[in-house]
């Protein structure tokens, strides 16, 4: 474990509205606010066609391969994640989500483009006093978080 600390800064309260892809508008936000690091809570609606990383292909297997799996249909949607540089500064979102429709639930990464079905509500909450940043980690491919 690698850990460090931060003070809450700043709060974004965030409506999504029907077609606004996730990540994208809430990332942009935290660009126009100057947010580079900070917590986010997210609950709404998920539309049709929306696509949602649900785990690798083989877990053993480097790089490795992201399993998607589109959502067929409106579904609720609640999710929790983090704001945090990339190596050239720029805020990127990591946010994971659980998708209900009747008794069916899908969860994962929205990344790969999550659209929002009529409103969902982010809370961006600023984390100041970190240096924390996400770094790209050769063996994995992914950008991993360096405290």
Known sequence: MKYSSAQLG???VIRLEDGDVVHECIEEAARAEGIARAAVILLGGAGGGSRVVVGPEDGDVRPVVPLQRVLHDVHEMAGAGTIFPDESGRPV?????AFGRDDQVTAGCIRTGVKTWVVAEAVVIELTGSEATRRVDQATGFELLDV
């Open 10 to 12: 700043r709060v974004l």
């Open 93 to 97: 979102l990591h946010l994971h989500a």
